[in-house]
């Protein structure tokens, strides 16, 4: 991703948190990503670690409408996913959504509730509204709307190692190239 890319992302979600209440913590830790895919505005997301602790991690995240951050799976993270403003749509799926056939039902937990979900129909989390994603399960998600904040709770975070993407291209931190 090219340094001016970046700006333009951390404004505009800058901008985006102010003018719906949110204000970031001092010197906030941003990672702003591609994917490695080169193509932001259509794989890319925004995240602001706000905890990282040894039992639980804590991000705020911000996208644009088709902005898709990628199918993935993690080994060990269990993590709830909230929209906190906007709508955000998640597909979720037992196995690698690019190789397996789908199983056509899944029990998720949605706002603390077991509910059976659609493989086949994405799952749309209204402002307020969570999604708790547990070890093993694929899931991508991206904005309903304009632009959406996102939350996320989750047990300990390893970025560089449990994250897995049916995309063998995608790599979870971009390589930064300064224009």
Known sequence: MKRSEINQAKAAATAYFNRNGWTLPPNPVWDITDFGLGNFPKS???????????EYCEKLMYARRNQVTPAHYHKKKKED??????????ELWEKDPATDPPVARLSVKVNGQFRTVQTDEPLVLNAGER??????LWHAFYPGSEECIIGEVSTANDDHNDNFFSNPDIGRF?????D
């Open 131 to 136: 999604v708790t994603i547990t070890p093993l």
């Open 44 to 54: 890319g997301l925004l995240l602001i670690n706000l905890a990282e602790e040894a």
């Open 81 to 90: 996913i909230i929209c906190r403003t906007g709508q955000l749509i998640i």
């Open 174 to 178: 971009s390589e930064i190239v300064e």
